[in-house]
Structures are given as C-alpha cells and as structure tokens.
C-alpha cells in the first residue's frame, strides 16, 4: 500500500457572539482536517487543533509545501517511521505549534488507515484500553462582555450541574479580583461539583500564586489549575507547585515527548494534559 495523496481542508465558521479567554476574543472557529488517499482505496482522516487562537491557515500551509511531499508514496502502515521523517525534516523551523499540529493532524490520519486495514480500534493498536469509560467534565465559563460577569457565570454552573456534570473547569485570567468574584458566584451554586481553573497562561509567578492562595482560603479544593503561567517558564510553574496545594496542570502548549520529558524531570506539574490533536 502506498500514499497517493494528502489533501488539506480549511474550515472556518463566524460566530454569531464572540466570546473571550484570557488571550483574546474569539471571533470565529476554525479547524484544519487532512485527508490522505492510498492506492488500495483506503482513505484516513485527521485534524491539526487550532490551538488558542491560531488561523486553520497556518497548519494547511504546512501540510501543502512541506510534509505532502514528504509522505506522498511511503507505505501508511508506518506511521512511526513516517512521524520521524516528518519531524526531522522540519525541526530547524518546526518543533512546536502549528507545523507539529500538521504532523500530528498526518499521523492521526496514518493510525486512521492503520485501524481500518487491520480492522482493530486505534487503541488496541497502540497498546490496549486501561479502561472503557471516562468521566466527561463541562468546561466553558468564557466571557461575552469581558469583566464583571460573575453572575451569568454562575447560572452556566447551574446549569452544567442540571445537565449531569459532576465535574466544571472555570476559565479564569481576567484579573484577580474579577476571578475570585467568579468564583465567589460559583461557590454558591457549585456545592456537590468537582471544579477546576484554567487561566490559560494569563499570570506572572506572583499573581499565578496570589490567586491559587486566595482561592485555597476561600476553602476550594480544586481538582487542579491548569496553566498558571506561559509555558516557557518551567521554573516559574514548579515554583507556583510549591507554593500551593492544589495540583498544578499544563502540557496543552506543548507538541512532543522532549517537551513532557522537561516538564516532568523539571517536577513542574503534576497532570500533564497533551492534546491528541496536536502531540
């Protein structure tokens, strides 16, 4: 069997209301989806996550100049073999965002292909299932105006919780103040959920730290805080884990297994949260 053909496809969709996160305001919703064709008619199918706020564009652009070229004729059946060729070829200007989440969208499609030849869940090629069931949490919480939402906040945590989730990630990063309003609101009507923060890399170390103190005093004990600082500063996060109780999380910013290996050895976090998408 052989790639005959990967083709790129550009998805993006305005939104009727925008909404925010701490890194911006979110005005559409893309994806980019890979197709990949071999000779023997059997066709994989894959995603590149935007990650943030990152164009569908990029990661396309990526797939049609660079790594099209590079798996077009190999055997699919080797995804391994084919992730390294990817890989290699683009560390000196790839290694993180959106040219891995390319790769990883092709390597999605490569185990796709594999599955279906061999007519066994992705899984249990990979290795088998630990488990059959997850618990699903809701996560959202994001703003339509900005600040000084606490209120309508905290009727989405109604809400989530009447739908059956037991477990809710807040997203959180608009200041201090502003944050711990939303999680006064939510404390109220959250009373039998698991909750989780997420900032998304929004604080420095102080701040990162000021508001997981603020929040244990409160009396949360959160499941975790996700991204307390941007994800270059290791130290910065393992200095955030010391200084609290709660567990630290991250990883969603990171694309391979050199960059967990730092983020493990560094004891900076204690969940690590890779995204299939593009690790």
């Known amino acids: 069997m052989k790639i005959t053909d990967v083709r790129a496809h550009v998805l993006r969709s305005a939104l009727e209301q925008p909404f925010a996160f701490s890194q911006g305001w979110v005005s559409s919703r893309g994806a ?3 197709e990949v064709h071999t000779d023997e008619g059997v066709t994989g199918w894959g995603e590149a996550l935007c990650q943030g706020l990152q164009p569908p564009e990029i990661a396309a652009a990526a797939i049609n100049k660079v790594l099209k070229d590079l798996v077009t004729g190999a055997d699919p059946l080797e995804p391994e073999v084919l992730w390294h060729r990817m890989y290699h070829q683009t560390r000196d200007y790839g290694q993180k965002g959106a040219v891995v989440g390319a790769i990883s969208a092709i390597d999605i499609a490569l185990w796709d292909i594999a599955g279906k030849v061999r007519r066994e869940p992705i899984a249990k090629l990979l290795g088998g299932m630990f488990r059959t069931r997850v618990q699903a949490y809701a996560t959202g919480f994001y703003r339509i105006k900005g600040r000084g939402e606490a209120a309508r906040l905290a009727q989405e945590a109604e809400s989530h919780a009447a739908n059956g989730f037991r477990a809710l990630k807040i997203k959180l990063g608009f200041g201090i103040d502003d944050d711990l309003g939303v ?9 039998k959920q698991e909750v989780m923060i997420d900032v998304n890399h929004a604080y420095g170390v102080a701040d990162a730290i000021r508001l997981g103190r603020s929040l244990e005093e409160m009396g949360w004990r959160l499941r975790w805080y996700e991204e307390p600082v941007v994800q270059e500063d290791l130290d910065g996060y393992a200095e955030v884990r010391r200084a609290l109780a709660t567990p630290i999380a991250g990883g969603e910013n990171e694309y391979t297994l050199f960059g967990f290996r730092e983020l493990l050895s560094r004891r900076a976090v204690d969940i690590v949260q890779p995204d299939i998408c593009i690790a």
Request: hydrophobic share 50%.
């Open 32 to 34: 980019t989806l890979v």
């Open 183 to 191: 999680m006064r609101s939510i404390k109220e009507v959250a009373q």
